[in-house]
Nanobody, 122 residues
Framework: QVELVESGGGLVQNGGSLRLSCVAS????????MGWFRQRPGKEREFVAG????????YYGNSVKGRFSISKDNGKNTVWLQMSSLTPDDTGVYFC???????????????WGQGTQVTVSS
C-alpha cells in the first residue's frame, strides 16, 4: 500500500505562487493514478487535479483550471502541484491522493496523504 507525504504548504500573498510536493513510499507512482484534493474552510472536499498513470493526460477542477498544474517524476516517486495566481479563496488543506482507477471528483480515492495547509492572505 502506498503512503503519501505532502509538503510545501504555507502562507502566501494574494496573487502569489506555491508548489506542493507529494512523496510516495511503499509503492511506485508508475502504477497509480495521482491527484490532489483540497478542503477549504466551510466547504466540502473538492477535486483539484488529477493525472493518468502515464502522466500524459492531466485534468483539473473548474476553479483552478489555467492556474494550477500537476506533474510527476517517476524516478523520484514524487508528484507536484504548481499553484499560481493564488487568491484567498484557495486557502485550505491540500491532500495528495492515489488510486488504481481514475481520480475524478465523484469518487473518493483510496490513498490519502495527511494534508498540507495553504493560506493565501488578502
Amino acid at each position: 500500500q502506498v503512503e503519501l507525504v505532502e509538503s510545501g504548504g504555507g502562507l502566501v500573498q494574494n496573487g502569489g505562487s506555491l508548489r506542493l510536493s507529494c512523496v510516495a513510499s511503499g509503492g511506485s507512482i508508475r502504477r497509480y493514478f495521482m491527484g490532489w484534493f483540497r478542503q477549504r474552510p466551510g466547504k466540502e472536499r473538492e477535486f483539484v487535479a488529477g493525472m493518468t498513470v502515464t502522466g500524459i493526460t492531466t485534468y483539473y477542477g473548474n476553479s483552478v483550471k489555467g492556474r494550477f498544474s500537476i506533474s510527476k517524476d517517476n524516478g523520484k516517486n514524487t508528484v507536484w502541484l504548481q499553484m499560481s495566481s493564488l487568491t484567498p479563496d484557495d486557502t485550505g488543506v491540500y491532500f495528495c491522493v492515489a488510486d488504481t482507477t481514475s481520480i475524478v471528483a465523484s469518487n473518493v480515492p483510496t490513498y490519502w496523504g495527511q494534508g498540507t495547509q495553504v493560506t493565501v492572505s488578502s
